[in-house]
């Protein structure tokens, strides 16, 4: 039922910045937590960035002080500000949300967005 459309992925230099988009189908205000997770190729998905109902956020230490992650009830849509960037960084992106239903946690991920940063 719920739906996570990720955006703003592309090709950037070294240095270079891309704000990555994540739309949910209803209000975001329903989700304990909404975050960012990015896996690289051969490697395990990893956390990059969590945001609580509550205003708490979360960095992974490899993106501290260069990535921002951000929200719009509004617009029902989670970001992630990408400064500085790095080819290590290069990785598919997800976007996630969890619900609490009864005593369980649900998650829910997008499909995805690629970024790549060249050297």
């Known amino acids: 039922q719920v739906q996570l459309v990720e955006s703003g992925g592309g090709l950037v230099q070294t240095g270079g910045s891309l704000r990555l988009s994540c739309a949910a189908s209803?209000?975001?205000?329903?989700?304990?937590?909404m975050g960012w997770y990015r896996q690289a190729p051969g490697a395990q998905r990893e956390l990059v960035a969590t945001l609580t109902s509550g205003g708490s956020t979360n960095y992974a230490d490899s993106v501290k002080g260069r990535f921002t992650i951000s929200r719009d009830n509004v617009k029902n849509t989670v970001y992630l500000q990408m400064d500085s960037l790095k080819p290590e960084d290069t990785a598919v992106y997800y976007c996630n949300a969890d619900l609490i239903s009864a005593v369980r946690v649900v998650s829910h991920w997008g499909q995805g967005t690629q970024v790549t940063v060249s050297s």
């Open positions: 209803g209000s975001i205000l329903r989700f304990v937590r």
